[in-house]
């Protein structure tokens, strides 16, 4: 609701907030959301390696969307950024 202003005010820091609380609790949809948050620096700072992380955290769970999320920003990596958001995504 707050990354979209429906209801409320649109706020992509709020949403951001919401969405790491649900991406917390292992919704691939707000996984998914949250990381393309951070692929683009909207309602946080923009941080590739977190954006990778969360998009494979829901692309493991068979999100089409994420996956493809996931490859855009991996583009936009370096090697070495790739690995270390793998690394983290196993943690």
Do not use: C, H
């Amino acid at each position: 609701m707050y990354e979209q202003g429906e209801g409320v005010a649109k706020d992509e820091m709020q949403a951001a907030k919401w969405y790491r609380l649900a991406a917390e609790q292992g919704l691939a949809a707000a996984q998914n959301a949250l990381g393309w948050m951070n692929g683009e620096g909207k309602g946080v700072p923009r941080d590739f390696i977190t954006a990778y992380v969360w998009l494979n955290l829901a692309a493991t769970q068979g999100d089409e969307t994420a996956k493809r999320n996931r490859d855009i920003v991996g583009k936009q990596m370096t090697a070495e950024q790739i690995a270390e958001a793998q690394r983290r995504s196993r943690q």
